[in-house]
């Protein structure tokens, strides 16, 4: 029984910068590749970003690489997402999840904990 919770998520305006974290209890993160999704209103869920339970390996979408950054803290019990660069169509709902990765795109991950959400709005 992991729990995840996100943390982080606000009104930011383009160009700037965020930094959600999930954070984990009822079992280390260690034992999972943890990912990153977001949904927007009245838009399918898309996913973002991921990182291996070990941390050598990671994933990101194509329309955030190079601006953000997945990166994982084991003493912590967390894991993060650097969000730099903002755009307004970076505004949704973003989810941490849980699970098991076995490379490539994130139709590879197969998902066992969902946290509940964190609202990012990036707009003027």
């Known amino acids: 029984q992991l729990q995840l919770v996100e943390s982080g998520g606000g009104l930011v305006q383009p160009g700037g910068s965020l930094r959600l974290s999930c954070v984990a209890s009822?079992?280390?993160?260690?034992?999972?590749?943890i990912g990153w999704f977001r949904q927007a209103p009245g838009k399918e869920r898309e996913g973002v970003s991921c990182?291996?339970?070990?941390?050598?390996?990671?994933y990101y979408a194509d329309s955030v690489k190079g601006r953000f950054t997945i990166f994982r803290d084991a003493a912590k019990n967390m894991v993060y997402l650097q969000m730099n660069s903002l755009k307004p169509e970076d505004t949704a709902v973003y989810y941490c999840?849980?699970?098991?990765?076995?490379?490539?795109?994130?139709?590879?991950?197969?998902?066992?904990?969902w946290g509940k959400g964190a609202l990012v709005s990036v707009s003027s």
């Open positions: 990182i291996s339970r070990t941390g050598d390996s990671t």
């Open positions: 999840a849980a699970g098991h990765w076995y490379g490539g795109n994130l139709l590879d991950y197969h998902i066992d904990y």
């Open positions: 009822g079992m280390t993160l260690g034992y999972y590749a």
